[in-house]
């Protein structure tokens, strides 16, 4: 079992979100949560990002606030920048403050191609909950191989933060629901408020997506969805335990084949 906070944050500057992220980390704690995570893009207020970089000390502030708090935080996705190029990228902290890694989005929108190059590799995260991936928004939503991959590489927990603007609400939940369905694999997919970077609106919505224990064939899902268009902070518990079971049946049955 594992208790999650999803953080759907209204978009604003570092300086103004920190501060908000020190306030709500201190009642996560006491609530006894586990993770925390935000979402994508959550402090760019405008088409030129704030870049920040592995020596940045807004990452040191991070760290602090994960030790402090005894909390894991998966720093959503923000804009970095190594040598000549620039990456969006997740930071993943463990309770003790260490870095465990970082994820870097591969699957870029059009508009992303312009400012950011690609990542490259998945990688899977050991924590004493089980394995943790990060699929940064797209990298999730329109590729179904990525979480087949995933699951099939031992992934317990998917985390899914997003830049999701309202116009796109409806087929994110799809994707989701889709690849939790299809591999029977929990997912936490965390979206913001207020403005993007491009001033469109994003509505939250954000959706933790558990299964109901006992029910294997058809599985249950369970669905946690964030309110529209306000700041919240989701928590929830899922069983990590059960989907395992369920997953390595359902993963048994793949069956090879030619297409001809």
């Known amino acids: 079992m594992v208790k999650v906070a999803a953080f759907q944050i209204k978009i604003a500057s570092f300086k103004d979100n920190f501060k908000k992220l020190e306030d709500q980390c201190k009642k996560l704690q006491d609530q006894n949560v586990d993770i925390l995570c935000l979402p994508e893009k959550w402090s760019q207020?405008?088409?030129?990002?704030?870049?920040?970089?592995?020596?940045?000390?807004?990452?040191?502030?991070?760290?602090?606030l994960a030790k402090k708090h005894n909390i894991y935080i998966i720093l959503g996705a923000l804009s970095e920048k190594e040598d000549d190029n620039s990456f969006v990228t997740s930071y993943f902290f463990d309770k003790n403050g260490n870095l465990l890694g970082k994820q870097r989005k591969i699957h870029l929108y059009s508009f992303e191609s312009k400012y950011y190059a690609r990542g490259s590799e998945f990688k899977i995260f050991e924590t004493e909950f089980g394995k943790i991936a990060i699929t940064i928004c797209f990298d999730l939503n329109a590729f179904p191989e990525v979480a087949r991959a995933?699951?099939?590489?031992?992934?317990?927990?998917?985390?899914?933060?997003?830049?999701?603007?309202?116009?796109?609400?409806?087929?994110?939940?799809?994707?989701?629901?889709?690849?939790?369905?299809?591999?029977?694999?929990?997912?936490?997919?965390?979206?913001?408020?207020?403005?993007?970077?491009?001033?469109?609106?994003?509505?939250?919505?954000?959706?933790?997506?558990?299964?109901?224990?006992?029910?294997?064939?058809?599985?249950?899902?369970?669905?946690?969805?964030?309110?529209k268009s306000e700041e919240e902070m989701i928590i929830s518990k899922i069983d990590l335990d059960y989907p395992r079971q369920i997953r390595k049946k359902r993963l048994a049955e793949i069956q090879d084949f030619k297409i001809v």
Request: proline residues 6%; glycine residues 10%.
């Open 150 to 227: 995933l699951a099939l590489k031992g992934v317990d927990l998917i985390f899914n933060p997003v830049m999701v603007f309202e116009s796109g609400i409806e087929n994110w939940h799809v994707y989701l629901k889709s690849r939790a369905l299809e591999n029977r694999l929990p997912l936490v997919g965390v979206n913001g408020v207020g403005k993007s970077p491009m001033g469109t609106t994003l509505t939250g919505e954000s959706l933790i997506i558990k299964f109901r224990k006992g029910h294997e064939s058809p599985a249950k899902m369970k669905f946690e969805i964030g309110k």
């Open 45 to 64: 207020t405008d088409v030129k990002p704030e870049y920040i970089s592995d020596d940045s000390p807004f990452l040191e502030k991070i760290s602090e």
